[in-house]
């Protein structure tokens, strides 16, 4: 008599595909980005075929769960609710910022942790170790030490090679649309000016590509309007996290102008786009042309990025 062996539950729920999807869904986005597709082939084949995944993990846009397309779509709830992994990306203190037009206070945008932790200076401000963005100072000054890829020569290595997959990462879901914002303050004893233009603009990213973190690094690794010299300094702001002008105070909140005509220029496009790369320099009154002057530590790294990194 043929003896007919049970297959074990376990076995059937891991290679049932639609079983094994929401089993990974549950896993951190490290563990699932890093690990799971290095089990076995099918795993690998599905953590990059499975559009949930896809999502998971910031490589495939979510549709804001607000828009018409969306909600003709009943699984975009239930892939939304299945990337609320981490505090940064529960984070619904929404009244210090205006929102998006799209954006409800019950659906906030989720950042991407991972990206969050590697990158800090571009993303809202982090304390005690914990990824939630601190009410007090929503926004740092921006500094290269505090990227991940610096903390060691393998890491850095790691990070500047071509295929490295935080380059095609989105900064958040639903994904930032319409580009970056390239804000320039001049300050002087005759008041301050500014200009603004568009550096990544929907039409450098294709009509439809959502803006990725490669794009935002290397704006900030090559624009010369972005300064890191000395008597200045850099931040990045997302619209989410700025509150609205103060009268009498300065605007942008930290180190902005006391001048209307700069503070409603920087309303204008903290309206307009998502993020916008703050850059202030003092001008000073005196310039000796023929002394050569000393690069601050901030533009030696950006210079080593550069060379290493930026023009891949």
Request: include cysteine.
């Given at each position: 008599?043929?003896?007919?062996?049970?297959?074990?539950?376990?076995?059937?729920?891991?290679?049932?595909?639609?079983?094994?999807?929401?089993?990974?869904?549950?896993?951190?986005?490290?563990?699932?980005?890093?690990?799971?597709?290095?089990?076995?082939?099918?795993?690998?084949?599905?953590?990059?075929?499975?559009?949930?995944?896809?999502?998971?993990?910031?490589?495939?846009?979510?549709?804001?769960?607000?828009?018409?397309?969306?909600?003709?779509h009943g699984h975009a709830k239930s892939i939304w609710n299945s990337l609320l992994s981490s505090p940064l990306e529960k984070d619904t203190n929404s009244e210090q910022g205006s929102m998006n037009e799209?954006?409800?206070?019950?659906?906030?945008?989720?950042?991407?942790?991972?990206?969050?932790?590697?990158?800090?200076?571009?993303?809202?401000?982090?304390?005690?170790?914990?990824?939630?963005?601190?009410?007090?100072?929503?926004?740092?000054?921006?500094?290269?030490?505090?990227?991940?890829?610096?903390?060691?020569?393998?890491?850095?290595?790691?990070?500047?090679?071509?295929?490295?997959?935080?380059?095609?990462?989105?900064?958040?879901?639903?994904?930032?649309?319409?580009?970056?914002?390239?804000?320039?303050?001049?300050?002087?004893?005759?008041?301050?000016?500014?200009?603004?233009?568009?550096?990544?603009?929907?039409?450098?990213?294709?009509?439809?590509?959502?803006?990725?973190?490669?794009?935002?690094?290397?704006?900030?690794?090559?624009?010369?309007?972005?300064?890191?010299?000395?008597?200045?300094?850099?931040?990045?702001?997302?619209?989410?996290?700025?509150?609205?002008?103060?009268?009498?105070?300065?605007?942008?909140?930290?180190?902005?102008?006391?001048?209307?005509?700069?503070?409603?220029?920087?309303?204008?496009?903290?309206?307009?786009?998502?993020?916008?790369?703050?850059?202030?320099?003092?001008?000073?009154?005196?310039?000796?042309?023929?002394?050569?002057?000393?690069?601050?530590?901030?533009?030696?790294?950006?210079?080593?990025?550069f060379q290493e990194c930026g023009k891949k």
């Amino acid at each position: 008599m043929q003896e007919h062996k049970q297959e074990q539950p376990q076995v059937k729920v891991l290679t049932t595909t639609e079983l094994l999807e929401i089993i990974l869904l549950h896993l951190d986005t490290r563990t699932l980005l890093v690990s799971a597709d290095r089990v076995c082939q099918t795993w690998k084949v599905l953590v990059q075929t499975s559009p949930a995944i896809q999502q998971a993990l910031f490589f495939r846009p979510v549709p804001n769960p607000n828009s018409k397309k969306a909600k003709l779509h009943g699984h975009a709830k239930s892939i939304w609710n299945s990337l609320l992994s981490s505090p940064l990306e529960k984070d619904t203190n929404s009244e210090q910022g205006s929102m998006n037009e799209e954006e409800s206070p019950c659906t906030q945008p989720i950042y991407n942790s991972l990206l969050a932790q590697a990158f800090p200076p571009f993303f809202p401000s982090v304390y005690e170790g914990n990824l939630v963005a601190n009410e007090e100072k929503k926004t740092s000054r921006f500094s290269f030490k505090d990227l991940d890829m610096l903390s060691s020569p393998e890491k850095k290595t790691a990070y500047m090679r071509r295929e490295a997959s935080w380059r095609k990462m989105l900064l958040r879901q639903p994904p930032v649309y319409g580009g970056v914002a390239i804000f320039k303050m001049d300050h002087n004893r005759g008041g301050d000016r500014y200009k603004c233009y568009q550096q990544v603009s929907q039409k450098t990213l294709g009509f439809d590509e959502a803006l990725k973190m490669g794009h935002l690094f290397r704006t900030v690794i090559r624009n010369s309007d972005i300064y890191f010299g000395y008597f200045g300094e850099t931040r990045i702001y997302w619209s989410a996290y700025v509150p609205p002008c103060t009268p009498g105070g300065r605007y942008p909140p930290q180190d902005g102008s006391f001048y209307p005509t700069v503070q409603n220029g920087f309303a204008k496009a903290i309206k307009r786009s998502e993020i916008v790369v703050f850059s202030r320099e003092t001008v000073q009154g005196y310039v000796n042309h023929g002394e050569e002057i000393e690069l601050t530590d901030e533009e030696n790294l950006r210079k080593e990025i550069f060379q290493e990194c930026g023009k891949k």
